[in-house]
């Protein structure tokens, strides 16, 4: 009978004893390639965000090639790749949303807050997210504000939310 060679594990991108749980879900998962989508949503809870280092260490544990790790990372909206504000918030730009006037929360959003989609204010305060749909159409325009939904927003709402955080 042959036995296949046990391959050391990958070494994490630091010593940083979160990665601990990142490996036992790898672990659990088998590390395999399948379980890409789980291992991410493990590593941007652990650590906030998704990183380069963190793609780099994904990729390699499950065997996927980097270019499919990072095609993944950055098509889901759930993905970040930058560390997040203390807050965030997500604009709906799918289609109900955006004929309901999306775009008019968004650009009122960019333009108080100074930053495009993706990115946070300087002050760390609030991150600006867009998604294509968050599964509440009848209430559009919708909003995520630190992870509730709110229907029916308007420009002028989502300013004085977010000044009210
Ligand atoms: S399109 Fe915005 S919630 Fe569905």
Redesign the pocket.
């Known amino acids: 009978m042959t036995v296949a060679p046990v391959e050391a594990p990958p070494s994490p991108p630091r010593e940083d004893k979160r990665w601990r749980q990142v490996d036992v879900k790898i672990r659990r998962l088998g590390a395999r390639p399948d379980g890409l989508i789980e291992v991410l949503h493990t590593v941007q809870e652990v650590f906030g965000f998704l990183d380069d280092d963190a793609l780099g260490y994904v990729s390699e544990a499950l065997g996927v090639p980097p270019s499919r790790v990072l095609g993944v990372a950055t098509f889901y909206s759930h993905f970040v790749r930058k560390p997040q504000g203390l807050h965030t918030c997500v604009v709906?730009m799918?289609?109900?949303?955006y004929i309901n006037g999306a775009s008019a929360i968004f650009e009122r959003l960019h333009g108080t807050l100074g930053i495009d989609a993706g990115g946070t204010t300087p002050d760390g305060r609030v991150s600006l997210l867009r998604a294509r749909?968050?599964?509440?159409?009848s209430m559009?325009p919708?909003v995520v504000v630190d992870d509730e939904v709110h229907g029916r927003m308007s420009p002028d709402g989502i300013e004085q939310m977010l000044e009210a955080l």
Do not use: D, E, N, P
């Open positions: 709906c799918g289609t109900a949303c749909c968050l599964g509440a159409c559009a919708a």
